[in-house]
C-alpha cells in the first residue's frame, strides 16, 4: 500500500514557476514507478510526466516538455514536478500516481493516487 499527499501548488502569473512535491508513504516507494497527471475543470485527466524508479528514465507530455521537469528522491520517498514558464492552460488539479508497471501516460497503469493540488495560473 502507497499512500501519496501533494503539496506545493497555489495561484501564480503567466511566466512563473512553481514546485510541486508528492510525498509517499509505505516501503515500495523506491521501486515505484511516478507520474504526474492533471485534470482542467471539465477536462479529462492528463499525464503531465513520468519517472522510472531509479530516476534515470523520465516521460513527458509535449504539453509541457520544456518546460516541466520530474525528479526524484527515494531517500526522502518524494517525488517533485518543477514547473517553469507556467501559461494559463497549465491551470488545473495536479495528481501524482504510483504504478508498478509504467511511467507512460495510461492511466490504469497507476495503481495508487494523491488527492491533488490545485495550481492556478493567471494571465
Known amino acids: 500500500q502507497v499512500q501519496l499527499v501533494e503539496s506545493g501548488g497555489g495561484l501564480v502569473q503567466t511566466g512563473g514557476s512553481l514546485r510541486l512535491s508528492c510525498a509517499a508513504s509505505?516501503?515500495?516507494?523506491?521501486?515505484?514507478?511516478m507520474g504526474w497527471f492533471r485534470q482542467a475543470p471539465g477536462k479529462e485527466r492528463e499525464f503531465v510526466a513520468g519517472?522510472?524508479?531509479?530516476?534515470?528514465?523520465?516521460n513527458y507530455a509535449d504539453s509541457v516538455k520544456g518546460r516541466f521537469a520530474i525528479s526524484r528522491d527515494n531517500a526522502k520517498s518524494t517525488v517533485y514536478l518543477q514547473m517553469n514558464s507556467l501559461k494559463p492552460e497549465d491551470t488545473a488539479v495536479y495528481y501524482c500516481?504510483?504504478?508498478?508497471?509504467?511511467?507512460?501516460?495510461?492511466?490504469?497503469?497507476?495503481?495508487?493516487w494523491g488527492q491533488g493540488t490545485q495550481v492556478t495560473v493567471s494571465s
Open positions: 519517472i522510472a524508479w531509479n530516476g534515470y528514465n523520465t
Open positions: 500516481a504510483a504504478s508498478r508497471i509504467s511511467w507512460g501516460p495510461m492511466k490504469t497503469n497507476y495503481n495508487y
Open positions: 509505505g516501503r515500495t516507494f523506491s521501486s515505484a514507478h
